[in-house]
């Protein structure tokens, strides 16, 4: 994944986090850990970080390449359900919405959906899953140096 494709993933996870209008201290969490470890090298396009209300979901996803689509709608899914409860996954009614305009717009139809979400669970469930998943997506000249996760 390309800087610039990292940097409009990294702005869409945000919108994610904040969809149903609240940003729980665990997506906050890693949120501020991406913007720490990556953000200073993401080529973040301006235009891209004036996007700010979930609203601007689509404008965001029609800039991701098909290659990194589907790593970015299960990236997506493990945001949102990072919050829950013992990880439950049970993800709110305007999480869902969020994310089925997304995957919408990233033309991913509901087979693949379902797929992405199953791994997705199944990567949260291994906690820090997350984190590995996260870190392990972007390219190695994204990554700022060897620090480990949260």
């Not at 149903?20 to 501020?32: I, K, S, T, V």
């Not at 949102?80 to 997304?102: G, P």
């Not at 990233?106 to 906690?127: C, F, G, H, M, S």
Request: net charge negative; proline share 5%.
């Amino acid at each position: 994944m390309d800087l610039r494709t990292a940097g409009v993933v990294i702005q869409i996870l945000k919108l994610m986090a904040v969809s149903d209008g609240n940003m729980a201290p665990e997506e906050q969490e890693l949120l501020e850990s991406l913007s720490k470890r990556y953000l200073k090298e993401a080529a973040i396009p301006s235009w891209a970080a004036a996007f700010s209300h979930p609203n601007d979901l689509e404008v965001l996803a029609e800039e991701i390449p098909e290659e990194c689509r589907a790593l970015t709608a299960k990236l997506s899914y493990m945001v949102i359900a990072s919050s829950r409860d013992a990880y439950q996954f049970t993800v709110n009614s305007d999480e869902e919405k969020a994310f089925a305009r997304l995957c919408d717009t990233l033309a991913l139809d509901q087979d693949t959906q379902n797929e992405l979400i199953v791994e997705a669970k199944n990567e949260l469930a291994k906690r820090p899953g997350l984190w590995e998943v996260l870190s392990s997506s972007f390219s190695s000249p994204f990554r700022m140096g060897d620090s480990p996760g949260p």
